[in-house]
């Protein structure tokens, strides 16, 4: 029954930021994905009779690569393999369920935020028994094994019913189909306190969930109508192979139509949205737009709020393109604050070592160390318990914090899909000029950063060029590692304004001196051929 099937090396199998993404026509490509999935195998260790989490978010290809996988994880001689029923699991489910069941791993399939269906993008990620990202010890050897692959495993057997939940055996394995959302509400139940977000519901609070056609529909449908009570709360709540259509990227671009109705002065109380895989969020309320990083400070302010978080936080941890809001938090409270580099695998062992209990990113990312995620539902009832216990609207919420720490101006510049070549020629300059720009306009420190990781002394460089003026403000370039096309320059700008008086000028407009410079300094038209952004945040 077992197969060893002769195979030859892909190029570029190099896991990003998160995980391996390219399109779904390269996954289609005979044993591209078996190749991928025996690397990550083939660079693991005393796996054998153990369990393995699968599932993903829905997107087209993900019902077989399911398949492919549950057969690989078998003739590779795991002992247990936990699918979600139909092979769905949320990126944050699957996390936790590789954490409940103290499985060796996981394997997760999902390009996150990119858009799905034939002409779409696939991925698939492998989990460590942290439940977090691969670090990247094992994603380097994966890659490694990519490189010199001649064989994989698998088993010669028809595709099984993961319709149904319940245990099913094949060959030397038991696959356990589960249900999706049962064990991640149960989780979610310990966290928070349901029984005021309850009250808030019933008290006439309206609020609007955008499912995006993806994941998290189905955990919103249960969590806020089911169990919460709350009353046509989800839009787009049916996860479908293309996502019907939408870009499941939760910000002010992607998720128009939800952010039109809130940011009305008659809309509902409060809109949020997630993604492809779930891991990400959307925080709206009436007339009040919250950019992640903001809601990352209020998150770590108020935390203390929510059962689970009432003795306090640790600590808080962002990524360095985050702005430095949670920073201000952590000193008042007392507790430290991390800047890491992007991607969450670099909090992993800040989480799994106590030393930070809340953490984010200002890609949409908010998470704790109730998994090794990020996670966008979480991240929606953490407000939900704020608002439960504050009873007071999303915009008094933030405005008062920006009274109390001042007000941290963000956004972000994305420059989607330009030619590679001339991407990494700007960047290599910046490098190039980094003590140049030291003294000129304010900026005080101009470096490429990088991280000596304070748990296992591991050391990642190359992570942005990073330049911070004399008054806090900065600049930040960086290239995404997760496109698959071209290249994606990713340009971060933050100003820190004390005085409330200001507070409430237009993001754009108070950033427009410091976007002025980052054009220029970068000679971003030059470089790229592009007048302006393709998105901004
Ligand atoms: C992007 C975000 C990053 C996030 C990652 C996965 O990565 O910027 O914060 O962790 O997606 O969701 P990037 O494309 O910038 O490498
Ligand atoms: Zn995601």
Same mark, same amino acid.
């Given at each position: 029954?077992?197969?060893?099937? *002769?195979? /030859?090396?892909? %190029?570029?199998?190099?896991?990003? !930021? ?6 779904? @026509?390269?996954?289609? +490509? ?104 691969? *670090?990247? /010890?094992?994603? %380097?050897?994966?890659?490694?094994? !990519? ?6 495993? @698998?088993?010669?057997? +028809? ?109 509902? %109380? ?268």
């Amino acid at each position: 029954m077992f197969e060893l099937v *002769p195979t /030859k090396p892909f %190029d570029g199998q190099k896991p990003g !930021t998160s995980g391996l993404r390219k399109k779904v @026509t390269v996954f289609q +490509q005979p044993h591209y994905a078996e190749n991928f999935i025996q690397s990550i195998f083939d660079s693991l260790e005393g796996f054998a009779g153990k369990t393995l989490v699968i599932g993903g978010d829905g997107r087209y290809y993900n019902s077989h690569i399911v398949q492919i996988a549950i057969r690989m994880a078998a003739a590779n001689g795991f002992g247990r393999v936990i699918v979600g029923q139909g092979g769905l699991l949320s990126t944050p489910a699957a996390s936790h369920l590789i954490r409940k069941n103290a499985a060796f791993g996981g394997i997760i399939l999902s390009a996150s935020h990119n858009p799905g269906g034939p002409d779409g993008d696939f991925g698939i990620k492998y989990n460590a028994s942290n439940g977090g990202p691969a *670090p990247e /010890k094992i994603t %380097d050897a994966i890659f490694a094994k !990519t490189k010199t692959i001649s064989t994989y495993k @698998t088993l010669d057997t +028809q595709d099984i019913d993961i319709n149904k939940i319940g245990e099913i055996e094949l060959a030397n394995i038991i696959v356990e189909v589960v249900d999706p959302v049962s064990d991640y509400a149960a989780l979610m139940q310990t966290l928070f306190d349901f029984d005021a977000i309850g009250d808030l519901f019933k008290s006439g609070f309206k609020m609007k969930f955008d499912g995006m056609g993806a994941i998290t529909g189905p955990y919103a449908n249960r969590i806020f109508e089911d169990i919460l009570g709350a009353k046509n709360v989800v839009m787009n709540g049916v996860p479908l192979p293309d996502f019907g259509g939408h870009h499941p990227d939760p910000n002010l671009v992607h998720a128009k139509e939800l952010c039109d109705l809130i940011l009305s002065s008659s809309g509902p %109380d409060f809109g949020a949205a997630s993604d492809g895989d779930g891991d990400r969020n959307l925080i709206i309320g009436r007339n009040m737009y919250v950019t992640p990083s903001d809601s990352l400070a209020i998150i770590a302010a108020n935390a203390q709020l929510a059962p689970a978080y009432a003795a306090g936080i640790a600590g808080v941890a962002r990524s360095m393109p985050t702005s430095c809001a949670a920073d201000l938090v952590a000193k008042k409270l007392g507790v430290p604050s991390f800047e890491t580099p992007t991607g969450w695998k670099f909090f992993g062992n800040l989480l799994d070592a106590g030393m930070a209990t809340v953490c984010g990113e200002e890609s949409f990312g908010t998470g704790s160390n109730h998994v090794r995620e990020k996670d966008g539902v979480w991240a929606v009832l953490m407000w939900l318990n704020i608002l439960a216990k504050r009873r007071e609207s999303v915009e008094k919420i933030v405005k008062s914090h920006w009274l109390e720490y001042g007000r941290n101006f963000y956004t972000r510049h994305d420059y989607e899909e330009v030619d590679l070549a001339r991407a990494n020629d700007l960047m290599n300059n910046l490098r190039k000029s980094l003590s140049g720009f030291v003294g000129k306009n304010g900026i005080k420190t101009a470096d490429d950063f990088s991280y000596r990781d304070p748990v296992d002394r591991s050391f990642t460089e190359g992570q942005g060029i990073r330049l911070v003026y004399e008054n806090g403000s900065r600049i930040i370039y960086r290239l995404s590692g997760t496109g698959t096309a071209g290249a994606t320059l990713r340009v971060y700008i933050e100003k820190y304004e004390a005085d409330v008086a200001k507070h409430n000028i237009e993001t754009q407009a108070a950033l427009a001196d410091l976007i002025g410079q980052a054009n220029s300094i970068a000679a971003i038209q030059a470089n790229t051929g592009r007048a302006a952004p393709t998105v901004i945040t």
